[in-house]
């Protein structure tokens, strides 16, 4: 009786496990094997389901094609939105009118990102991703990209600044870098089931942590900015520069500024203009004037600045009659001053310039060498994405495979061919299972978020609430033999693409014109000056030439405030300023130049890193190659001792035990597998990053980047 009971519940258990099972394979949607690379296979790669609370979901494998792609009615507006992504308007006044230099610039607004190449891939809610599509749309949305981009907009700036005889503000050496993921599939790839002949559920510690997933920063300047340049001699004005004062002024109390005696102007005796005969002072009615001052300032390349003044003060100081025509008698004053030392020539004059031009050509550089950046990481987390959806079609095969042998072994058990217990053992495989399997999917949705936030801004619920999966449908295929250039030959392909060993080289020219520039202020101030004056009597003033960057002019000293109103004057010569020590400039000039030989050390020092960086690559390649090779073969052997072993199994001469192993052995080949075929793609994405050949690898142009339009 206890025997027939036993049997009974054994009976009802096995049944209401295979109703369980065959309930959630026919209710469950099923998903097709991830594949990656080149050209999009026949039907879709899988998109594991998330795993509802508290259950496993067990989906099937399916190979339905993605639904044909919905017409864009969007694109011509983002198309027309995009023209005017980039590019202020006013920085540079394209007419000469009067008002023109004075319109304020205007920036467009923070490009929001493209949709429309993202909702002709979007299918059932779905995001199908070819890896071209995954860069294209990264080269588009990703913010990374957009942040490198605005800072060509910031060198155009520097240059228009630089030409009006500015200093420059610099451009940002920053790159970001993306973040790792999750990874492949993880380790331990051998499930714990299969390491005892009692199996039990591997810790929750295997589980991949997030912590990997966040980005770092890398500097490609050669100089930091405490060991930035000195300014070096002051910039000459290429900017004229109009100063104008005019006002009212009313004069109440005309006296003699000399003599008491004598006649003609200031005069307060006899007959004069200034007297009365008597001796006694001469008190005129208030006079009433127009003052006016006015005065042009502009620099040129070889340092000379030319000054001309305009004004109608000797006429407010002794004339006896009002007036309120301010140039009725206008005294003038010209002058023309050349450095010849400090400041002197076009090499010193256009140092801004010609270190702006540099920089927009490094800020390319920049940009290309983040886009680069990006279409690494995005290689890597579409691969690993591919990967891990591989993987967690293996798991599933493995938990429908633990399904049936507890099936298998129930039948046996009822027939009393089987020991009950070996349904326990059984039982703890499919648990096992289950939890690889909730294992697989976590890390795929992981991956998933990792790689939308990629593709897609954050900021924008639109494009997000466009699907909630993405599907990529590209597979890796590894060669079946792996055939590379010399390394030497690789190296020098590298030394010659690399962006950013090209942009240090660069940067290392800016700072060899800012050490001529310190070199040059640690000279004395000698210029040569040509003045002339109508209505004057004041020699030249020493004045400060240029500015110090800012465009800002030194207000001109007035030349005409005294003298006789008939004085006209032709001067020349020269001003010196000689620092007696001149300790501030010549430590200057030598601690710019010190920071000149650490930016070529730097430089220097990134050079053999790349040579290793591209070494290390090759050597990474052909061990992942021979990883993947070595785990076809082991994958091929586990599958053949499973099948040996059942066969062995069906006429008695094999234990259930062993079933169990093989099977749990042949999951992890598999995996491996699959792991190691990520590592291979992932290993060629590397060494094309370190060689600077991403872009051409996957057909981006340059100017198709900075416009946010791939084709």
Do not use: C
Request: no cysteine; hydrophobic share 40%.
């Amino acid at each position: 009786m206890s025997l027939r009971r036993t049997r009974h519940h054994v009976r009802h258990w096995q049944l209401l496990q295979v109703a369980t099972s065959v309930l959630l394979l026919t209710l469950v949607p099923a998903n097709a094997a991830a594949q990656v690379v080149s050209s999009p296979p026949s039907g879709p790669a899988p998109q594991p389901p998330a795993p509802p609370l508290g259950g496993v979901v067990i989906p099937a494998i399916t190979h339905l094609a993605p639904p044909a792609p919905l017409r864009d009615t969007h694109a011509g507006e983002e198309r027309a939105a995009s023209t005017n992504r980039l590019d202020p308007s006013g920085l540079a006044p394209r007419t000469l009118g009067f008002l023109g230099p004075f319109r304020r610039p205007t920036v467009p607004e923070l490009f929001p990102g493209s949709g429309a190449r993202l909702r002709s891939l979007v299918r059932d809610d779905k995001l199908y991703l070819t890896l071209h599509d995954a860069i294209a749309l990264a080269v588009e949305n990703n913010l990374d990209v957009e942040i490198e981009r605005q800072n060509l907009q910031l060198a155009d700036t520097d240059l228009v600044r630089a030409k009006g005889g500015g200093s420059l503000r610099g451009i940002d050496f920053t790159i970001e870098e993306p973040p790792n993921g999750v990874g492949g599939p993880g380790s331990p790839l051998l499930a714990l089931a299969a390491t005892g002949s009692n199996p039990t559920a591997p810790s929750l510690t295997d589980l991949t942590s997030l912590n990997s997933n966040t980005q770092a920063q890398t500097n490609l300047a050669t100089t930091t900015s405490v060991e930035s340049y000195s300014p070096g001699p002051t910039v000459p004005l290429f900017d004229p520069n109009f100063i104008l004062s005019a006002g009212y002024l009313r004069r109440s109390d005309t006296v003699s500024l000399v003599s008491t005696t004598g006649t003609g102007a200031g005069s307060t005796s006899g007959t004069g203009a200034g007297g009365n005969g008597s001796g006694a002072p001469v008190i005129t009615p208030p006079l009433h004037y127009i003052a006016a001052n006015a005065a042009y300032l502009q620099g040129f390349s070889t340092g000379a600045q030319l000054e001309a003044i305009v004004n109608n003060d000797a006429q407010v100081v002794y004339s006896t009659t009002s007036e309120n025509d301010p140039f009725y008698s206008p005294s003038t004053s010209v002058t023309v001053t050349q450095p010849l030392l400090r400041g002197r020539g076009r090499a010193v004059s256009l140092r801004f310039v010609r270190i702006a031009n540099l920089n927009r050509n490094v800020s390319r550089l920049l940009f290309e060498q983040q886009v680069l950046e990006v279409i690494y990481g995005v290689s890597r987390i579409y691969f690993d994405l591919v990967s891990l959806g591989e993987n967690v079609a293996v798991k599933q095969e493995a938990l429908r495979a633990a399904e049936k042998l507890r099936q298998d072994d129930a039948e046996q058990v009822i027939q009393g061919t089987l020991a009950p217990i070996e349904l326990t053992r059984v039982a703890a495989l499919v648990s096992s299972s289950q939890f690889d399997l909730a294992q697989a999917q976590g890390l795929y949705r992981q991956e998933e978020v990792i790689l939308r936030n990629l593709l897609v801004r954050a900021s924008s619920p639109v494009f997000n609430a466009l699907f909630s999966e993405i599907v990529p449908t590209d597979r890796i295929i590894v060669p079946d033999l792996l055939e590379l250039p010399p390394v030497a030959d690789l190296i020098t392909e590298g030394l010659s693409k690399r962006p950013d060993i090209a942009q240090s080289e660069l940067q290392i020219k800016t700072g060899q014109i800012s050490v001529q520039a310190s070199r040059n202020e640690a000279l004395p101030q000698l210029s040569l000056y040509a003045n002339y004056q109508g209505r004057g009597a004041s020699e030249a003033p020493y004045e400060q030439l240029g500015s110090t960057g800012t465009g800002l002019p030194t207000i001109p000293i007035n030349l005409t405030t005294g003298g006789l109103r008939t004085s006209t004057i032709y001067q020349a010569g020269v001003q010196l300023t000689l620092p007696l020590r001149n300790r501030v400039a010549a430590s200057d000039a030598a601690r710019d130049a010190i920071q000149l030989r650490q930016a070529e050390a730097r430089t220097e020092k990134l050079d053999e890193q790349i040579r290793q960086d591209i070494e290390n690559a090759v050597i990474a390649l052909q061990t992942a190659f021979a990883a993947y090779k070595a785990a076809v073969a082991s994958r091929s052997y586990q599958e053949q001792l499973l099948e040996t072993e059942r066969d062995r199994l069906s006429v008695g001469e094999s234990t259930n035990l062993n079933i169990v192993q093989d099977q749990s052995f042949v999951a992890q080949a598999r995996s491996t597998e699959i792991a190691a075929r990520s590592n291979w793609a992932k290993a060629q994405v590397e060494l094309d990053r370190d060689i600077g050949d991403l872009l051409d690898k996957n057909h981006v142009q340059l100017e198709d980047a900075i416009q946010g339009a791939l084709p």
